[in-house]
């Protein structure tokens, strides 16, 4: 079976709708930050596919994905650390509860 | 050291509002403020007499305002006149200052009393200082409302609060007359400054029949003030006022005021055709001398008969000035000053004994209080004119100079003296001989502080009169006068006439009242209808009801019903309709405009509570619609 772009495609939008429920079902605020993982994740094999297929020689989305990874793990720290912090101040880390910034 | 006469004035005046302001906590109540300021006003009086005795004159101006292009000046002089009132009013005003810290002794509004006498004091001499009739017409006015406010002093006895409003009005009917008579003067002549106005008269700018009104208006305004037939009502009921006042004001300065004003105005009423206005003067004073003396005779209040013999004597000076007596007006002016207020403080150590102004309550107190007795009968025998007290020489001379005047004023005066000379010692007798007639009172000599100024008074009563007596060729003469109203020369004869009417009144009062030959109650019968005559004072105060008082009121209800009715349902109706229209305004400003700022913030709270449902917080609500906001928008583009 040969595997095309299609099949990329595919898988990262399944990987996508999966982070996507993830984020919009958890409650657990390190689960989101997970969900959104994964959802940056399918963006980069999206990118990393359209740049092996459509542009073989060019290396923007290859690079494109790289910032991303980096971004990644940048969202993750700040994520985490916010998490952190409400978990010290308001003793939980599900985000419903946290509402005092709600009018 | 004339031109600092002006420091005169000012002393009293800033002892005035010294006392004002510091109330008690002034030095001795405010008396030892008053006395002092006096006091020193007093010594410069006396420089400013030794200097215009050596000939010094001082007459000084500053424009004040322009009035239709007309400067109009306001100065000061002195000159013999002047130097003469200075000297009466300090005088005179500083030994009764001293009497009435032992009068007023525990007055509810002790240091009050002694603002107002300094206000008046330094308004009198701001008086006789001005050489302009604006000047003079401020002090003129002034001392007119320390006047009122003496009167008035005890306000809670309603007599005294009537007594000061009829005091004020009645001058000012005079005051009126002045003030038209100095606008007429000075439209004609176009300045108020003395010296000018005599010169305009001198050289016929102001002449005839204009100058005799002018004259005459003037001579309103010293009608009034010094209480002349008819503005004479006035006089006695001022006696509600204290003793020092009715003293110092109501017969001493200010009701001489008038007579001041007939003095230094004189060139006038001298340039009228045939001394027209002098003649008025003249029979106005005369016809006042006699008219005062009788109802003098049958006053049972102390103070009353003083006060019918102060109006009496200002009729004697203002005769003696009109017929051309000059000399022996502003004389008569002097000594009555002295003798008038000696015997109206003696009157009030009196009262101070005896608690009432009755007379007839009196009696027998010449042993209880010897000093008060001795000198009041010096006074007496003064107002009598018995040589060689003070009256004497000068009522003498306004007799002598009415007789070769006016054989009728002569007459009239001559009746006055005899009557002066019966009342007053009809008075003495009934208050100082004989036995004590009220017996809870119990009388007592006055402290010293009342006794002292009442001796040293006497003491002027005595020898003040020999200033116009002839041995020496009559000083006064030489020092005040006017030239063409010299006046007679000293008439030995006449003199003895004088005296022996002024003799036959004593004479007649002691046969009356003292020794009984003659009863009181048969002469009542003998003069029947002319003795209830003077008991109503020649019914002038009913009189003035019927023909001033009640038109006036009547008038006043009229205007006063118009006023209610028209004037005020005039605005009555306005404001109704406005009223009317606000209530309007009111409905459209409740439901309209308040309306439309309801209505607005009704709706921003009413869609901002159904958009409210919108905001949960939760981020994955939003979240979620941004999610599904992303698939309708790829579905609409997939199917397009």
Known sequence: MHVGLTHYLVVSTILFCIGLYGVLTRRNAVAILMGIELMLNASNINLVAFNRYLAPGAVGGQTFALVIITLAACEAAVGLALVMAAYRSLETIHVDEINVMKW | ?640
């Not at chain 2, 009122?148 to 009126?176: C, H, N, Q």
């Not at chain 2, 209610?564 to 306005?574: L, P, R």
Request: charged content about 10%.
């Open chain 2, 1 to 640: 050291m004339l031109q600092y006469a002006w420091v005169i004035p000012v002393l009293p005046f800033i002892g005035f509002w010294w006392i004002i302001f510091a109330g008690r906590r002034a030095p001795g109540q405010g008396a030892y403020v008053a006395i002092g300021a006096m006091l020193g006003a007093a010594l410069l009086s006396v420089a400013a007499f030794i200097e215009v005795l050596r000939g010094a004159r001082y007459d000084a101006s500053v424009v004040w305002a322009t009035v239709l292009n007309r400067p109009i000046e306001v100065g000061y002089q002195v000159d013999p006149l002047t130097s003469v009132m200075l000297l009466v009013v300090t005088v005179v005003g500083s030994l009764i200052f001293i009497y009435s810290i032992g009068y007023m002794q525990g007055d509810l509004r002790y240091p009050r009393f002694f603002a107002y006498m300094s206000l008046f004091a330094s308004s009198m001499l701001l008086l006789v200082l001005g050489n302009n009739f604006l000047t003079l017409y401020a002090g003129w006015e002034l001392v007119g409302l320390c006047s009122y406010l003496l009167i008035g002093f005890w306000f809670e006895r309603p007599a005294a609060a009537r007594a000061s409003m009829k005091a004020f009005v009645t001058t000012r009917v005079g005051d009126l007359f002045m003030f038209l008579g100095i606008l007429l003067i000075f439209l004609q002549l176009g300045t108020l400054n003395f010296n000018e106005i005599f010169s305009g008269v001198e050289t016929g700018r102001l002449a005839g029949g204009l100058l005799t009104l002018a004259a005459v208006l003037v001579f309103g305004g010293a009608v009034g003030k010094s209480a002349q037939v008819p503005l004479h009502v006035w006089l006695p009921d001022a006696m509600e006022g204290p003793t020092p006042v009715s003293a110092l004001i109501h017969a001493a300065t200010m009701v001489a005021a008038g007579v001041y004003l007939v003095a230094r105005a004189y060139p006038l009423f001298f340039g009228t055709p045939g001394h027209e206005a002098l003649t008025v003067v003249a029979y106005i004073g005369g016809i006042t001398a006699i008219m005062a003396a009788t109802i003098g005779v049958v006053q049972d209040d102390i103070k009353r008969v003083m006060a019918y013999s102060t109006i009496s004597q200002l009729g004697y000076m203002m005769m003696g000035l009109g017929v051309l007596g000059f000399t022996a007006g502003v004389f008569h002016l002097m000594t009555h000053a002295f003798f008038k207020a000696l015997l109206f403080l003696a009157a009030g150590s009196v009262i101070h004994a005896m608690h009432t102004n009755d007379i007839k309550q009196m009696g027998g107190l010449a042993k209880i209080m010897p000093i008060t007795y001795v000198t009041m009968v010096i006074g007496a025998l003064a107002l009598a004119g018995i040589p060689p007290f003070a009256g004497f020489w000068s009522k003498d001379e306004i007799l002598l100079e009415a007789y070769h005047y006016d054989q009728v004023l002569y007459a009239l005066g001559a009746a006055g003296a005899f009557l002066t000379a019966f009342y007053i010692f009809r008075m003495i007798i009934y208050t100082f001989t004989g036995s004590l007639r009220s017996h809870p009172a119990h009388p007592h000599e006055s402290p010293r502080v009342m006794t002292v100024p009442l001796v040293i008074l006497a003491f002027f009563s005595t020898v003040i009169g020999l200033a116009g007596a002839p041995w020496w060729d009559n000083p006064f003469h030489h020092f005040v006068r006017f030239e063409g109203a010299e006046g007679a020369a000293f008439d030995f004869e006449f003199a003895l006439r004088s005296t022996a009417i002024a003799g036959l009144g004593v004479l007649s009062a002691l046969v009356v009242y003292h020794w009984r030959l003659v009863s009181a109650a048969s002469l009542r019968r003998a003069f029947g209808p002319l003795y209830i005559a003077v008991v109503h004072k020649y019914y002038w105060d009913e009189l003035y009801q019927y023909a001033v008082i009640r038109p006036v009121v009547w008038a006043a209800r009229r205007l006063r019903t118009f006023d209610v009715y028209v004037v005020d349902g005039a605005v009555n109706a306005i404001g109704v309709v406005f009223v009317w229209f606000s209530r309007l305004y009111r409905v459209f400003d409740l439901y309209v405009v308040d309306g439309v700022v309801n209505l607005v913030a009704w709706t921003a709270k009413t869609m901002g509570g159904v958009l409210r449902y919108g905001q949960t917080g939760r981020p994955q609500n939003y979240l979620l619609i941004i999610a599904l906001g992303v698939i309708a928008l790829v579905v609409v583009g997939v199917i397009r």
